[in-house]
Nanobody, 124 residues
Framework: QVQLVESGGGLVQPGGSLRLSCATS????????ISWFRQAPGKEREGVSC????????YYTDSVKGRFTISIDNAKNTVYLQMNDLKPEDTAVYYC?????????????????WGQGTQVTVSS
């Protein structure tokens, strides 16, 4: 069974950094696209970033470009989201999700597999 487990969330000051991890199992990572979504209270779940090794592609939502970097460690079956220069607006529960294919990477309905989420809070 496909499993995704997020970790690395926590409390950080504005301007600080965190690295989130998404440990995967039950499937071959090379055949899937992995994305990070986030959801703040009262807001829609938002696509943050996506990586597809087979396509050699990465994607970012405009608000995190230049600050966040998505990457894969194939040996560890783990996808990372390095988050720098964090802002209070980045506060949310962050989820990783997996799909074998997509038309639009930032749409929730493209992803049949989801992790449980990890809380990121950016505050002084």
């Amino acid at each position: 069974q496909v499993q995704l487990v997020e970790s690395g969330g926590g409390l950080v000051q504005p301007g600080g950094s965190l690295r989130l991890s998404c440990a995967t199992s039950g499937f071959t990572l090379d055949y899937y696209a992995i994305s990070w979504f986030r959801q703040a209270p009262g807001k829609e779940r938002e696509g943050v970033s996506c990586i597809s090794s087979s396509a050699g592609s990465t994607y970012y939502t405009d608000s995190v470009k230049g600050r966040f970097t998505i990457s894969i460690d194939n040996a560890k079956n783990t996808v990372y989201l390095q988050m720098n220069d964090l802002k209070p607006e980045d506060t949310a529960v962050y989820y990783c999700a997996a799909t074998r294919q997509f038309i639009s990477w930032a749409e929730q309905y493209e992803y049949p597999y989801w992790g449980q989420g990890t809380q990121v809070t950016v505050s002084s």
